[in-house]
């Protein structure tokens, strides 16, 4: 029994800090406090060690940039085509 004590206590003590993680990232999240540091540090860690999925992400951010495209003034449509 005495051998098992430290593996419990070690056990309690990573269940102590994983539950004040959680905490701390639901604060975080409800407040809105992770924004732009937290951000580039990740996209700084993307470019660094998964340049695939950084130029991945970069493109996607350039397409939600994109506008879409505008309808005509008078509200017509032409039709292209047929004619």
Request: charged share 25%; proline share 4%.
């Amino acid at each position: 029994m005495h051998a098992l004590v430290p593996y419990l206590l070690l056990t309690a003590f990573l269940a102590v800090v994983m539950l004040a993680f959680t905490g701390l990232a639901r604060r975080i999240r409800r407040r809105g406090t992770a924004g732009g540091g937290l951000a580039g540090a990740l996209a700084a860690y993307e470019e660094a060690f998964r340049t695939t999925s950084h130029a991945a992400h970069q493109e996607i951010r350039a397409q939600a940039d994109r506008k879409a495209p505008t309808g005509s003034p008078d509200g017509l449509r032409r039709r292209r085509g047929k004619g």
